[in-house]
């Protein structure tokens, strides 16, 4: 069965799952944002079947998140490195993280983020570049952008006129 | 083939994908989190066949984010509503829009986070709640935490010796 593509949608949380939705993807982005490049620690640390890792990192190379490189001549052995914008996924990893501790981890947080230097947790919250105020419902919410189709402005049937503000020049910025 | 469980890795981003990572999923939390509540609903702003999404209803269901109701006795008709779990996964959708905005929507933002009294186009960031700095690398880093297993601290060869901040009572609410 062909599946319906999610690239096609003008969504930009469909548009990044057509990226990153497939399963392991974004575990790998996760490895490979903590260092690992080779195929081989890649499979260690997930477990993964080789055809299955071949065929995801093929995918996220297509989509430009890593980069496959030539690290030997002979034998040819190549590594995958994240590319900048697959570092950027890292805003999305940590509010997994986030999410994730709080919810479904009952023995207490594994992973935390940590200030590199001292050590010291991290509590990770969303919040407004310009204001530094929390984005939180009910105090915002998604709306139709300046690019919206009638479909995306039907979805959002509550939403408020979006106009621009100060911080709005480029307000996909994180 | 028997897929590996994501839910009995430690890692929180591969037991929240255990619950949403499946295909979908993440775009039902999103329809739901705008408001959407009725199975005709869903089907019709997806574009999504009624056995997939009856599939994907149930396993948010399972994992807590959707809450099955009945509105109606006869006939017995459901509606599937988000859980307070689910409605705080709207810090990760909303990541993702932030990335997806910056690198797949070369038409513009289609959906943007908004002030919802003044419409005013909010630019989200990660910032620590305490500090509020911003949680970026190479400041921050994702580290081994109080439940860390020795596999989840392998995975985190450079990360430094994680402490106990003032913020960290409670480090993975977001």
Same mark, same amino acid.
């Given at each position: ?56 990192? /093929?995918?996220?190379?297509? =989509?430009?998140? @890593?980069?496959?490189? #030539?690290? &030997?001549? $002979? *034998? ?40 590199? /230097?001292?050590?010291?947790? =991290?509590?990770? @919250?969303?919040?407004? #570049?310009? &204001?530094? $105020? *929390? ?40």
């Amino acid at each position: 069965m062909r599946r319906k593509s999610f690239g096609d949608m003008q969504c930009p949380i469909a548009r990044s799952l057509e990226r990153v939705g497939e399963r392991w993807s974004m575990l790998i982005l996760r490895d490979g944002s903590l260092g690992l490049t080779r195929f081989d620690q890649f499979q260690e640390s997930l477990g993964i079947a080789p055809n299955i890792l071949t065929r995801r990192l /093929k995918s996220l190379v297509e =989509a430009g998140l @890593i980069e496959r490189r #030539r690290y &030997s001549e $002979r *034998p040819p052995r190549y590594e995958y490195v994240v590319t900048p914008a697959g570092r950027d996924f890292r805003s999305v990893l940590w509010a997994f993280i986030a999410w994730g501790n709080k919810h479904f981890a009952p023995e207490g947080p594994s992973v935390v983020i940590v200030d590199s /230097k001292t050590g010291a947790a =991290a509590d990770p @919250i969303l919040v407004d #570049r310009v &204001s530094g $105020r *929390p984005l939180a419902a009910p105090d915002f919410c998604s709306a139709p952008g300046p690019a919206a189709s009638a479909q995306t402005r039907q979805r959002h049937p509550a939403a408020p006129q979006t106009r621009r503000s100060s911080s709005a020049s480029n307000p996909s910025r994180p």
